[in-house]
């Protein structure tokens, strides 16, 4: 009698809610119970979802309810904070962690549960729910999220178990932080396609019969129960092995949009009812082998494009190393260059000063101010003392440090933060844009085709099986993600083969950069310039052996190419260590050797007689002895690199160098076109002068060594470094290209256009497909089966188009 004094919504068994939280069926409980999992008019599965409604809602936070219908995940299985215990343990802190340096932390988790906007919504909002968290990033397609926190305020198992508390439980394998191997597809890809293969051969087996021609009427038993056993297969396939598409396409139409699964998700269901409707009335025999051949093809498609991209991915993250090099000490003083893949745990490196330091490791010698914006976004460099650990993509600041590294090199680190949306430009190429317009109308095309084609047949013909069949083929046979698949891969394949050839570029994005560029600028010093080849002579009073000490023990410092020059043209004498360090970047370096003070640099910034001298001066304790006169040696093929841009870019060439023009008659042949050399220029004219040809609507490129040129580099539309044996990585840069292949540079200018002509060639592919396919589909005559071979067939033709195509570009252009 109790229950009739309680209201309505009370009275209402809680097996008839829903959950406010994940929106999961809240399990059968007694009506006195139901207070229990309940919050004013809000109903909960589990204690779960209930205390995570609770922690929002105190926080302010109920926004995450209102962004998407069904946001939150169930709860009642979620790990104690028990499970995460192990965070606590220091070695395993140090493995996870990818920054520390005892006021901030940072650490990236793989969140599989994220799943809609609600959820990247809610976890850039941790700082509410963790007054230790000071920043929190989402990558959404990854599934990943970064968080920086204060270690004084919480710790790694406190945010993984805040995480977990709110349906987010971090997946955390520890064996994946050093040894790298590709990812295998998921499981539930497997179980998915495992269930279909099984159903889809028992279906054929059962519809053996209709296939050699047996009349249903005369076999009455037999065909309705081989039609009752294939509807039976097929039900499982429908609910689990097609559930992403026609959840994806059922989030779409939640919010108002029209993404690429709708169409599909209104042919399989359209071809699963259809056939249910004819094996239960008795009609016909139905479609469910062409439905279920229709999900296996799907899924198998799917297969065969994560594969495909992980190899990729998986070859540019972890095969394919940055071409920089880092200084190694073998011994007590002398040092070798070695390239960044060969380093190892124990290595002693030397980071100079503008270097980015590229494993973690400990700092062992020298007084270390590291800027770790490339890490954090916070560009106050930290003071390290002897024995601190230091960590991947800072950059020292001041005078060169010995570190011991502690891991090995992370490619897929390093190109991770390459890639933070700090370093970039924020805007797509042609291809993309026209690629991402081809999505947004192409599902409506789809539908108002497949609509148009029923009820023509329905209404004008009175054929409703001809309706149903055409409308049902018109939404399998489309495919738009023919056009969406040959951009990643086709340019993705390009970026692998780069690599291998210590070309280095960004992402696929810089690869239409390249084919739209109109200007092209170039660096003289260490980018046109051969430093290794280049002679050096000094002129005025012979350095005393006092001098040279200081000399060489201030440019050891530098990673200036012409530092570096007159640092090894001194390997007769020791090195100091200077008690102050500084470098002006367009300038030279100053510090105090041995209780002097020294410059070294140009003739202004010296105090030389005459400022407008060129060559690097030396000024010892206010006196200028002299200076080092270089002769420049150009890189082989410059001529041939300069007359290939010249033809391609339409905008100009141009070269900007920081010296005097005392080598202007040498490189006029270079650069015949009144204006096209500007000496003198400072980092800032360098940028100034990227911008003022931006303002004229050309897209530029830039060539530099990533020292006096960052600003510039950044700037520009491409940003390529050329390296050469130095460790001059820079974020701002959208390419790297070892110095040994700057004689390659039309050729990879050339694969990166021809990447795109490729791309541009798919979309035509994938225009005449689909032109062909819905022409024949709305008259009624394709085959639902055959429309379901054709559809994944083309995704996967458009594949194997751009990738086979972009590997016979780069032979032939090898060749």
């Given at each position: 009698?109790?229950?009739?004094?309680?209201?309505?919504?009370?009275?209402?068994?809680?097996?008839?809610?829903?959950?406010?939280?994940?929106?999961?069926?809240?399990?059968?409980?007694?009506?006195?119970?139901?207070?229990?999992?309940?919050?004013?008019?809000?109903?909960?599965?589990?204690?779960?979802?209930?205390?995570?409604?609770?922690?929002?809602?105190?926080?302010?936070?109920?926004?995450?309810?209102?962004?998407?219908?069904?946001?939150?995940?169930?709860?009642?299985?979620?790990?104690?904070?028990?499970?995460?215990?192990?965070?606590?343990?220091?070695?395993?802190?140090e493995?996870?962690?990818?920054?520390?340096?005892?006021?901030?932390?940072?650490?990236?988790?793989?969140?599989?549960?994220?799943?809609?906007?609600?959820?990247?919504?809610?976890?850039?909002?941790?700082?509410?729910?963790?007054?230790?968290?000071?920043?929190?990033?989402?990558?959404?397609?990854?599934?990943?999220?970064?968080?920086?926190?204060?270690?004084?305020?919480?710790?790694?198992?406190?945010?993984?178990?805040?995480?977990?508390?709110?349906?987010?439980?971090?997946?955390?394998?520890?064996?994946?932080?050093?040894?790298?191997?590709?990812?295998?597809?998921?499981?539930?890809?497997?179980?998915?396609?495992?269930?279909?293969?099984?159903?889809?051969?028992?279906?054929?087996?059962?519809?053996?019969?209709?296939?050699?021609?047996?009349?249903?009427?005369?076999?009455?038993?037999?065909?309705?129960?081989?039609?009752?056993?294939?509807?039976?297969?097929?039900?499982?396939?429908?609910?689990?092995?097609?559930?992403d598409?026609?959840?994806?396409?059922?989030?779409?139409?939640?919010?108002?949009?029209?993404?690429?699964?709708?169409?599909?998700?209104?042919?399989?269901?359209?071809?699963?009812?259809?056939?249910?409707?004819?094996?239960?009335?008795?009609?016909?025999?139905?479609y469910?082998?062409?439905?279920?051949?229709?999900?296996?093809?799907?899924?198998?498609?799917?297969?065969?494009?994560?594969?495909?991209?992980?190899?990729?991915?998986?070859?540019?993250?972890?095969?394919?190393y940055?071409?920089?090099a880092?200084?190694?000490?073998?011994?007590?003083?002398?040092?070798?260059?070695?390239?960044?893949?060969?380093?190892?745990?124990g290595?002693?490196?030397?980071?100079?000063s503008?270097?980015?330091?590229?494993?973690?490791?400990?700092?062992?010698?020298?007084?270390?101010?590291?800027?770790?914006?490339?890490?954090?976004?916070?560009?106050e460099?930290?003071?390290?003392?002897?024995?601190?650990?230091?960590?991947?993509?800072?950059?020292?600041?001041?005078?060169?440090?010995?570190?011991?590294?502690?891991?090995?090199?992370?490619?897929?680190?390093?190109?991770?933060?390459?890639?933070?949306?700090?370093?970039?430009?924020?805007?797509?190429?042609?291809?993309?844009?026209?690629?991402?317009?081809?999505?947004?109308y192409?599902?409506g095309?789809?539908?108002?085709?497949?609509?148009?084609?029923?009820?023509?047949?329905?209404?004008?013909?009175?054929?409703?099986?001809?309706?149903?069949n055409?409308?049902?083929?018109?939404?399998?046979?489309?495919?738009?993600?023919?056009?969406?698949?040959?951009?990643?891969?086709?340019?993705?394949?390009?970026?692998?083969?780069?690599?291998?050839?210590?070309?280095?570029?960004?992402?696929?994005?810089?690869?239409?950069?390249?084919?739209?560029?109109?200007?092209?600028?170039?660096?003289?010093?260490?980018?046109?310039?051969?430093?290794?080849?280049?002679?050096?002579?000094?002129?005025?009073?012979?350095?005393?052996?006092?001098?040279?000490v200081?000399?060489?023990?201030?440019?050891?410092?530098?990673?200036?190419p012409?530092s570096?020059?007159?640092?090894?043209?001194?390997a007769?004498?020791?090195?100091?260590?200077?008690?102050?360090?500084?470098?002006?970047?367009?300038?030279?370096?100053?510090?105090?050797?041995?209780?002097?003070?020294?410059?070294?640099?140009?003739?202004?910034?010296?105090?030389?007689?005459?400022?407008?001298?060129?060559?690097?001066?030396?000024?010892?304790?206010?006196e200028?002895?002299?200076?080092?006169?270089?002769?420049?040696?150009?890189?082989?093929?410059?001529?041939?690199?300069?007359?290939?841009?010249?033809?391609?870019?339409?905008?100009?060439v141009?070269?900007?160098?920081?010296?005097?023009?005392?080598?202007?008659?040498?490189?006029?042949?270079?650069?015949?076109?009144?204006?096209?050399?500007?000496?003198?220029?400072?980092?800032?004219d360098?940028?100034?002068f990227?911008?003022?040809?931006?303002?004229?609507?050309?897209?530029?490129?830039?060539?530099?060594?990533?020292?006096n040129?960052?600003?510039?580099?950044?700037?520009?539309?491409?940003?390529?470094v050329?390296?050469?044996?130095?460790?001059?990585?820079?974020?701002?840069c959208?390419?790297?290209?070892?110095?040994?292949?700057?004689?390659?540079?039309?050729?990879?200018?050339?694969?990166?256009?021809?990447?795109?002509?490729?791309?541009?060639?798919?979309?035509?592919?994938?225009?005449?497909?689909?032109?062909?396919?819905?022409?024949?589909?709305?008259?009624?005559g394709?085959?639902?089966?055959?429309a379901?071979?054709?559809?994944?067939?083309?995704?996967?033709?458009?594949?194997?188009?751009?990738?086979?195509?972009?590997?016979?570009?780069?032979?032939?252009?090898?060749?």
């Amino acid at each position: 009698m109790a229950a009739t004094t309680l209201a309505p919504a009370q009275a209402t068994s809680a097996s008839r809610h829903t959950c406010f939280h994940c929106q999961e069926p809240c399990p059968p409980a007694r009506p006195d119970a139901l207070d229990h999992l309940r919050i004013d008019d809000k109903y909960f599965c589990c204690e779960g979802c209930k205390m995570v409604y609770e922690i929002l809602n105190t926080h302010d936070l109920c926004e995450y309810y209102r962004l998407d219908e069904k946001p939150g995940q169930s709860l009642k299985n979620r790990k104690d904070s028990k499970a995460y215990a192990y965070l606590d343990d220091a070695e395993v802190q140090e493995k996870l962690l990818e920054f520390n340096n005892g006021s901030m932390a940072q650490v990236t988790f793989y969140l599989p549960q994220m799943h809609c906007v609600s959820c990247i919504w809610l976890l850039e909002h941790l700082y509410k729910l963790d007054e230790g968290v000071t920043h929190s990033r989402v990558n959404f397609l990854k599934k990943t999220a970064t968080l920086q926190y204060d270690p004084e305020r919480s710790s790694l198992r406190k945010l993984a178990a805040l995480l977990a508390s709110i349906g987010y439980a971090p997946e955390i394998n520890l064996g994946d932080v050093d040894n790298a191997k590709p990812r295998v597809f998921s499981k539930k890809l497997a179980y998915q396609i495992g269930l279909v293969g099984f159903a889809f051969g028992n279906i054929m087996l059962f519809s053996f019969p209709e296939y050699v021609g047996m009349d249903p009427d005369t076999n009455r038993r037999f065909a309705d129960v081989f039609g009752y056993m294939s509807l039976v297969l097929a039900t499982p396939v429908l609910i689990f092995s097609a559930r992403d598409y026609l959840v994806s396409a059922w989030n779409g139409l939640r919010t108002r949009y029209l993404n690429i699964d709708v169409p599909l998700a209104l042919g399989i269901l359209m071809l699963f009812g259809r056939s249910a409707w004819e094996i239960l009335s008795h009609s016909g025999a139905g479609y469910l082998d062409s439905f279920a051949g229709l999900i296996f093809l799907l899924l198998t498609g799917k297969w065969f494009q994560q594969s495909t991209w992980q190899q990729l991915s998986f070859e540019r993250d972890y095969k394919s190393y940055f071409p920089v090099a880092a200084t190694v000490k073998t011994g007590t003083s002398e040092e070798n260059t070695v390239p960044v893949n060969r380093l190892v745990p124990g290595d002693i490196i030397v980071v100079r000063s503008q270097e980015i330091i590229p494993a973690d490791g400990i700092l062992l010698r020298g007084s270390a101010r590291i800027d770790y914006s490339f890490v954090t976004g916070e560009s106050e460099p930290v003071a390290v003392t002897s024995g601190e650990r230091v960590f991947a993509g800072g950059k020292q600041t001041g005078e060169s440090i010995d570190i011991s590294l502690t891991r090995r090199v992370s490619q897929s680190y390093l190109t991770r933060l390459w890639n933070d949306e700090a370093f970039q430009s924020g805007e797509k190429g042609y291809t993309t844009r026209l690629a991402d317009r081809a999505g947004r109308y192409f599902t409506g095309l789809i539908l108002g085709v497949g609509g148009a084609a029923f009820l023509y047949w329905w209404l004008l013909r009175g054929d409703m099986a001809a309706a149903v069949n055409a409308f049902t083929a018109v939404m399998i046979v489309a495919c738009p993600c023919a056009v969406a698949l040959a951009i990643p891969f086709t340019l993705g394949n390009i970026v692998r083969i780069l690599g291998r050839h210590r070309f280095y570029v960004k992402n696929i994005n810089v690869l239409e950069g390249i084919a739209a560029t109109e200007a092209v600028i170039f660096d003289k010093t260490g980018t046109i310039t051969n430093i290794a080849a280049q002679e050096l002579a000094f002129i005025g009073r012979p350095l005393q052996y006092e001098e040279r000490v200081a000399v060489r023990s201030l440019t050891r410092h530098s990673s200036h190419p012409l530092s570096r020059r007159i640092y090894e043209s001194m390997a007769d004498v020791q090195a100091e260590a200077p008690e102050q360090f500084e470098e002006i970047s367009g300038r030279g370096v100053r510090g105090i050797v041995t209780g002097r003070e020294v410059k070294v640099g140009s003739a202004e910034f010296t105090g030389a007689a005459d400022p407008q001298q060129g060559g690097v001066f030396v000024a010892v304790d206010g006196e200028v002895p002299g200076h080092f006169e270089i002769k420049s040696r150009y890189r082989d093929g410059l001529k041939e690199v300069i007359d290939h841009f010249r033809a391609s870019a339409p905008g100009g060439v141009w070269l900007l160098s920081g010296d005097r023009d005392r080598e202007a008659a040498k490189l006029a042949p270079f650069f015949p076109e009144s204006g096209a050399m500007q000496f003198n220029s400072t980092p800032q004219d360098k940028l100034d002068f990227v911008r003022k040809l931006q303002r004229g609507g050309r897209h530029v490129m830039m060539l530099g060594d990533g020292l006096n040129d960052a600003g510039a580099l950044r700037q520009s539309d491409v940003g390529i470094v050329v390296a050469e044996n130095t460790n001059n990585f820079t974020p701002a840069c959208d390419a790297i290209v070892h110095a040994d292949e700057f004689s390659n540079l039309p050729k990879y200018m050339q694969l990166a256009r021809g990447g795109v002509q490729i791309v541009n060639r798919a979309f035509y592919i994938a225009v005449l497909y689909n032109i062909a396919g819905l022409s024949y589909a709305v008259t009624g005559g394709l085959s639902p089966l055959i429309a379901a071979v054709l559809m994944p067939l083309s995704s996967v033709t458009i594949v194997l188009f751009g990738v086979s195509m972009g590997n016979w570009m780069a032979r032939r252009l090898k060749g």
